[in-house]
């Protein structure tokens, strides 16, 4: 997973650019908005909101966006009528993808995703065919310099954590989606700061892609996350470092 641990730290300095952009805020807003819309507008009562929230605040979202976003998803204020999607299919080399997505016309979305997968070389597919590779988890990142790890292992357990790992230069810290908030404040409390705290999907299974085919998947990833609709795209891909490296630069 020490490759998915780097492309993660690869979109989060993406995103510092793209907040700029408004792209960031953007996604965030929509996000908060289907999270009120489902649990209502009260963070304390409503987990999905929260984690939401947080994430907002971590690509640096003001306070009163975050505020109206809420409105909107609790119908305070009038807002877009998004739906919420999972498209799955399949990059080049044979790379699952789970794409989220949240839109207001999905006779605009469908052959939208459609043409990015295959001017990529990959292909949209059925619903069920990559979902059985993924599992949905609960993962706190933790920047790994000047931290004790044994500390941070016994403060997560403790929290009701599942398991703790050191990738590259960070800590990723797993637990089953519904202890997210118990472990982020168990570890609150302990005094650790966190890079990011979400509920994600986690491939059990991967495809390993080289060279070309490589910087392919990395290519058609950025398009997908570029795209106004998408949310989050999720893939299963293993490839060499110095690829991620060289496509970070």
Known sequence: MSGHSKWHNIR??????????GKVFSKASREIIIAARLGGGDPSANARLRIAIEKARDVGMPKDNIERAIKRGTG??????????????????????????????????VPDIRRL??????SLGETGCVRWMFERR???????????????????LDA????????????????????????????????VAMQSAEITLEP???????????????RLLDELEDYQDVQEVYSN??????????MAA
């Not at 990738?167 to 202890?179: F, G, H, L, Q, S």
């Open 12 to 21: 989060v300095r993406k995103q510092a650019v793209d907040a700029k952009k």
């Open 76 to 109: 305070e204020l009038e807002s877009e009528q998004l739906e919420e999607i999972v498209y799955e299919g399949y990059a080049p080399g044979g790379v699952a993808l789970m794409i989220e997505v949240a839109t207001d016309n999905r006779n605009r979305t």
């Open 117 to 122: 997968l295959a001017r990529a070389g990959g």
């Open 138 to 156: 609960g993962v706190i990142r933790i920047d790994a310099q000047g931290v004790s790890e044994d500390e941070v292992t016994l403060a997560a």
């Open 160 to 191: 009701g954590a599942e398991d703790v790992t050191t990738e590259d230069d960070t800590i990723v810290v797993r637990c089953a989606p519904e202890n997210l908030e118990a472990v982020r404040e168990g570890l609150t409390k302990g005094g």
């Open 204 to 218: 059990q299974t991967t495809v390993r892609v080289e060279g070309e085919q490589a910087r392919a998947v990395l």
């Open 237 to 246: 891909f293993d490839m060499p470092d110095e690829v991620l490296e060289e």
